[in-house]
């Protein structure tokens, strides 16, 4: 079955950096284009970049243009997000699913995020 585990969030301070990853299993990811998700407290979930199945293709949220970047690696099916610049409104669980989303029954799968805090 499909399965999607984010790691790589934690606390870090305005201007510094994180790297998430986003292993997949259960299906051909090399097959499929994958996004990056966030969502905020209190805020619906919105896509923060994209990226087509070959990795020759990405696109991004005005808001994180310049500062993120999406990548995958298709032999260890796994996706990617390196964050730099953090502020303090890119706080939000993160979620990696495919572009669409994963449907299981009548509900979207989503995996169980990480958490990404920046705060001094």
């Known amino acids: 079955q499909v399965q999607l585990v984010e790691s790589g969030g934690g606390l870090v301070q305005p201007g510094g950096s994180l790297k998430l990853s986003c292993a997949a299993s259960?299906?051909?990811?090399?097959?499929?284009?994958m996004s990056w998700y966030h969502q905020a407290p209190g805020k619906e979930r919105e896509v923060v970049a994209a990226?087509?199945?070959?990795?020759?293709?990405?696109t991004y949220a005005d808001s994180v243009k310049g500062r993120f970047t999406i990548s995958r690696d298709n032999a260890k099916n796994t996706l990617y997000l390196e964050m730099s610049s953090l502020k303090p409104e890119d706080t939000a669980v993160y979620h990696c699913?495919?572009?669409?989303?994963?449907?299981?029954?009548?509900?979207?799968?989503w995996g169980q995020g990480t958490q990404v805090t920046v705060s001094s």
């Open positions: 699913n495919s572009v669409p989303a994963f449907v299981i029954g009548t509900m979207t799968y």
């Open positions: 990226i087509n199945s070959a990795g020759g293709t990405t």
């Open positions: 259960g299906f051909t990811f090399s097959g499929r284009a």
